[in-house]
């Protein structure tokens, strides 16, 4: 499965769309690019995957760059409760594990 | 929605102990898969299993058994715990077709003294 890398931390202020960048330019053709996140003392939670469209879903949106090098997913209004670790993960649909890289810390402020 | 699930949310054992973590997941997943995640180290991948009775070791999986006799329950089984399995364990399942997830529980945090 293809590396990716996030920056290790960003803010945002609440009310505010928060972006978070991913870079997987070494992505294969047939993997898709999936976000988690992860609350302190919780387990990862799915927000959404994509594999060359946008996506959208209730939770956020997911932009894939047409080279499909990088993606950016969209937290529309962020909220205090949105503070956790995103992950950004690439790989074959039906792999069986997901691999989870050091993630972004995205802490929204008041 | 998916609902994972995971006997305990803390557990303290003693060295030596035999420990059972016990995951369910209610939505006819085949594949479930047991991780642990430590400070520095990230989600590091146990064993998985993507059928009844069938297992295959991930990364780290000494000092681990796991037992999946019907298709809703993966037990993670340490026999003999040691301190250095002190560590965050999660359970997750997907469906073997499709791309969806997978889901993970809440996790079970291990203190072993």
Redesign the interface.
């Given at each position: 499965d293809a590396k990716t890398t996030q920056p290790p931390s960003m803010d945002c202020a609440e009310g505010r769309a928060a972006n978070l960048p991913c870079n997987h330019s070494t992505i294969s053709g047939n993997e898709?690019v999936y976000w988690?996140r992860q609350i302190h003392?919780?387990?990862?939670?799915?927000i959404i995957?994509g594999?060359k469209n946008n996506e959208t879903n209730e939770m956020a949106s997911l932009i894939i760059t047409e080279d499909r090098k990088s993606s950016t997913l969209i937290l529309p209004h962020a909220t205090l409760r949105d503070t956790a670790v995103y992950y950004c993960i690439v790989r074959v649909?039906?792999n069986?594990?997901?691999r989870?890289?050091?993630g972004t810390r995205l802490t929204v402020k008041p | 929605d998916v609902k994972v699930t995971q006997s305990s949310r803390y557990l303290v054992k003693r060295t030596g102990e035999k420990v059972f973590l016990e995951c369910v997941q209610d939505m006819d997943h085949e594949n479930m898969f047991w991780y642990r995640q430590d400070p520095g180290l990230g989600l590091r991948l146990i064993y998985f299993s993507y059928d009844v009775k069938m297992k295959e070791k991930g990364d780290i999986p000494e000092g681990y058994s796991v037992s999946r006799e019907k298709k809703e329950r993966f037990s993670l089984i340490l026999e003999s715990a040691s301190t250095n399995q002190t560590s965050m364990y999660l359970c997750a399942s997907s469906l073997e077709k499709g791309t969806g997830g997978p889901f993970f529980g809440p996790g079970t945090r291990l203190t072993v003294l």
């Open positions: 898709y988690y003392s919780q387990g990862p939670q799915y995957h594999l649909s039906g069986n594990d997901m989870f890289g050091a | -």
